[in-house]
Structure formats: C-alpha cells, structure tokens
C-alpha cells in the first residue's frame, strides 16, 4: 500500500515561491519504476485541478495556468516527489495534493493514492 504525505505548504506573498514535497512509503522509486506521480489542487467551491504529472517515463505535463511557473520532479534515492512553484499568484491558493497510480503509469489519467493535502494560501 502505497502512503503519500505532503509538506511544504504555507502563506506566502504574489511574486513568491514555495516548494511542495511528497514523501511516499510503501513504493520503492528508481529510474524503472512504473508509477505516475502528480499533484492536484482544490480551492474552496472549486472543482480538483490536476496541476501536473510525470509519468514513469519522466514525461511532465502541467496545467496551461502553471506553465512556466512551476515544476515537477522526483527524487528517487529519496523517494520524493517535489512541485517547484514560482511567481505565485493569489489565484494559486488551494489545498494541494499529492497522488500516484501504479496501473496507468504510462497514461496518468487516473490516480489510486492520495495524501492528506497540503494549504497554499498567496496573498495579494
């Protein structure tokens, strides 16, 4: 079973930046594994956003709203998947989340495990 805890989050002014990790137990990461990582977010009266994933092919896809702002990557001595964000906007506040799937690592279109989230707030 595959655990995800998210850290990293907090209050930070537009223009700022923070970094999101993932820590994941139950899944070892190397540079074969066949699992999809990806982070989602939600904003109170929002629907989930997925914000970006890489596939286990290193394949990264992003919402066209982060792109160029923020980054996904993985780390898999640490077992540690990280969402970069840069120039943050107020519109960027929302609970974020980390999630995996191991049967559509190629795909990502659907993810099996989730963390508990993590609160982005920007403010003006």
């Known amino acids: 079973q595959v655990q995800l805890v998210e850290s990293g989050g907090g209050s930070v002014q537009a223009g700022g930046s923070l970094r999101l990790s993932c820590a994941a137990s139950g899944y070892r990461f190397s540079s074969t594994s066949k699992v999809c990582m990806g982070w989602f977010r939600q904003a109170p009266g929002k629907e989930r956003e997925r914000v970006a994933f890489i596939a286990s092919d290193g394949r990264t896809s992003y919402v066209d709203s982060v792109k160029g702002r923020f980054t996904i990557s993985k780390d898999n001595a640490k077992n540690t998947l990280y969402l970069q964000m840069n120039s943050l906007k107020p519109e960027d506040t929302a609970m974020y989340y980390c999630?995996?799937?191991?049967?559509?690592?190629?795909?990502?279109?659907?993810?099996?495990?989730w963390g508990q989230g993590t609160q982005v707030t920007v403010s003006s």
């Open positions: 999630a995996a799937t191991d049967r559509y690592f190629q795909s990502c279109v659907r993810f099996d495990y």
